[in-house]
Nanobody
């Protein structure tokens, strides 16, 4: 089954860090633009960061300077390093292919306490 599976979420205090991982199954990460999204309670899903095939990156305004997206082609994963976390970063984080998105996975919960 072609899918992307998110992991690495958890509960962290404000100012802390987490590293999320998006693992691909039956799809090659290196040939796709991959994005991380998040959905906070009662809000729409929003783009957090994306990484192109050539490594170019784009970040949402609220995470610039704090989050870093990277790809590990050998491990067929895309990672999201999240530093200086704030309570407003709380939500379910998802990864997906930007062009030809796959069915959404279950995501990984990130909770930042104040």
């Amino acid at each position: 089954q072609v899918q992307l599976v998110e992991s690495g979420g958890g509960l962290v205090q404000a100012g802390g860090s987490l590293r999320l991982s998006c693992a691909a199954s039956r799809v090659t990460i290196s040939g796709n633009m991959i994005a991380w999204y998040r959905q906070a309670p009662g809000k729409q899903r929003e783009l957090v960061a994306r990484i192109g095939v050539g490594g170019s990156t784009l970040y949402g305004d609220s995470v610039k300077g704090r989050f870093t997206i990277s790809r590990d082609n050998g491990g067929n994963t895309v990672n999201l390093q999240m530093n200086k976390l704030q309570p407003e970063d709380t939500g379910v984080y998802y990864c997906n292919r930007v062009i030809g998105p796959l069915a959404w996975g279950q995501g990984t919960q990130v909770t930042v306490s104040s």
